[in-house]
């Protein structure tokens, strides 16, 4: 039996319903998420960086493809897909604009757990990927 699935089905409903104040409350307050991008800790920062993906990506959804868990810990492997229609954040903390261009990636996450929320979050994805899909980089040659 799995002690923490349900704690990512109701993350995942709650993202996948725009619910930003319902997903940033299934972490505690000094959670510290980790992603290619870089860190994120505490909820204001978790807050900013999910509204500006789930304001790129209006039709975004998160599904999940396998799931494991032992102990505190319970790791994902996630497709996430979207539309872009909204200014997008880049690290170099310039905006791209709509590309009205379709997103689709694969990746993982492990997630530590804490008094029924996520501490820990470290999210794995090619970039790459993303902004290649988005026209920012060129596609390979076949």
């Known amino acids: 039996m799995y002690t923490h699935r349900s704690l990512l089905e109701r993350a ?3 993202y996948n319903d725009g619910d930003l104040d319902g997903y940033v409350d299934l972490y505690t307050d000094d959670a510290v998420l980790t992603t290619p991008e870089g860190a994120f800790k505490g909820k204001d920062d978790l807050r900013e960086r ?3 993906e789930l304001n790129a990506l209006s039709d975004i959804r998160f ?3 396998s799931y494991v868990e032992g102990g505190d810990t319970f790791a994902d492997e996630f497709r996430l897909a979207g539309t872009h229609t909204g200014p997008l954040s880049m690290p170099d903390g310039t905006e791209l604009p709509a590309t009205g261009r379709h997103v689709e990636i694969q ?4 997630v530590h757990v804490r008094d029924g929320r996520m501490v ?3 999210l ?4 790459v990927a993303v902004f290649t899909q988005l026209g920012v980089l ?3 040659k076949d």
């Open 12 to 14: 995942v409903a709650a």
């Open 50 to 52: 999910f509204s500006r």
């Open 63 to 65: 599904d999940v493809i």
């Open 107 to 110: 990746g993982m996450e492990m």
């Open 120 to 122: 820990a979050d470290n």
């Open 124 to 127: 794995y994805y090619d970039n």
């Open 138 to 140: 060129p596609r390979p």
